[in-house]
């Protein structure tokens, strides 16, 4: 039977876009970097390192989550073991696809999701090109990582990536400079009601919530502390959260104000927190969550000895840090107050 000439160029075709596929997704395996400790960014590739079903809460974000919440605090103080997966600019798109894979690994009892993601896009792009870019590059690793070739050399072509690396922090990333935040009037009601939540964004908050119920992770929504952040954005996202029953936190209300001195616990006025601000809010989420979630006490427990061991470890350089932040902070004041004098 002879074959038509269209059928033959249909074959020809998909036969093209199948080899195309295939060495695109070769290529972009190669261009993975070779260790987690560059995976994405900060130290969030470093959960890939941790045994598997060993993280009890695990916070995602974006820089104000990696810069702001400190799981190791939770372990020394309770035995909670936790993670923040935070990355600057990580966006709703790109959580959705890491708690994907995340979920082949463990099996947190609790998902915290910050909210800053949910309102933020790179430069001028629309919502829907910010869309477009993150899930192509989840979905193609050769768009994310196509840097990497500059690294990529004879002798480690055919390495095999070593993923094994843990973070002494769980993902924090501890800063302890000091620059004045003089903006406390930012969650100003102005009466413009909430903003909306853009629908390419919405699409993938609900496909998170769905994520979370298949996985019987109990999801809650924080909002970290941030001049960035204001009154309209809080309403729509309670809406939000009211509208499929999930705890909302918003620590830049006064309800849930965690003790923030914006002189002294932020490092670039107000954008993020520093160590001083971030344990403020770890230990008042930690609060919230040991009092709403049945999270176990894993301290001196068989298979959590190097959780243990980082514990030591993580207090000691903790105490350095606070005090380098203290000092900065004094400092600060200082010259804020000779400011005022003159």
């Known amino acids: 039977m002879q074959i038509s000439p269209w059928i033959k160029n249909a074959i020809r075709i998909i036969a093209f876009l199948l080899v195309l596929l295939l060495a695109v997704l070769l290529t972009g ?3 993975m970097p070779h260790s ?12 890939l390192g941790e045994n598997f079903d060993t993280i ?24 909670v073991t936790g993670y923040t997966y935070g990355s600057g600019w990580l966006s709703v798109y790109n959580i959705y696809y890491r708690l994907k894979s995340i979920y082949e690994e463990q099996s947190p009892k609790v998902v915290v999701l910050c909210t800053d993601t949910v309102y933020s896009k790179k ?3 629309t919502y829907l090109q910010s869309a477009i870019g993150d899930i192509a590059d989840e979905l193609l690793p050769l768009l994310r990582f196509h840097d990497n070739w500059k690294e990529l050399t004879l002798s480690n072509l055919l390495e095999q990536h070593d993923y094994s690396w ?23 009601d102005d009466g413009s009601g909430s903003e909306y939540i853009p629908m390419e964004v919405r699409f993938y908050m609900d496909r998170i919530v769905r ?7 109990a999801l809650v929504l924080v909002t970290m502390p941030a001049t960035s952040w204001n009154h309209a954005r809080h309403l729509g ?12 936190i918003d620590y830049n209300l006064t309800d849930w104000e965690p003790g923030i001195e914006w002189k002294t616990d932020t490092p670039d006025g107000g954008s993020h927190l520093n160590v001083l601000g971030a344990r403020k809010v770890t230990a008042a989420l930690g609060s919230y969550l040991m009092a709403n979630y049945d999270l176990p006490d ?9 959780w243990d061991a980082d514990a030591l470890t993580y207090t000691q350089n903790m105490q350095e840090l606070v005090a380098k932040n203290q000092e900065n902070a004094d400092y600060q004041l200082s010259v804020l107050g000779e400011s005022v004098q003159n």
């Not at 104000?64 to 190791?72: H, R, V």
């Not at 843990?166 to 100003?188: E, F, H, S």
């Not at 894993?298 to 190097?306: D, P, S």
């Open 29 to 31: 395996h190669y261009l």
């Open 36 to 47: 987690n400790r560059y995976l994405s960014g900060y130290t969030a590739g470093g959960i």
């Open 56 to 79: 009890d809460v695990l916070v995602m974000g974006d820089s104000n989550a990696a810069q702001g919440i400190s799981p190791m605090e939770w372990y020394t103080q309770n035995g």
């Open 123 to 125: 430069g001028n792009e």
């Open 166 to 188: 843990r973070d002494l922090n769980k993902g924090y990333t501890p800063i302890t400079d000091v620059a004045a935040c003089m903006n406390t009037t930012y969650m100003y």
């Open 211 to 217: 994520l979370c119920e298949e996985h019987g992770s």
């Open 237 to 248: 996202i309670l809406e939000y959260a009211e509208e499929y029953d999930l705890p909302y």
């Open 298 to 306: 894993h301290r001196g427990e068989a298979g959590y000895e190097e």
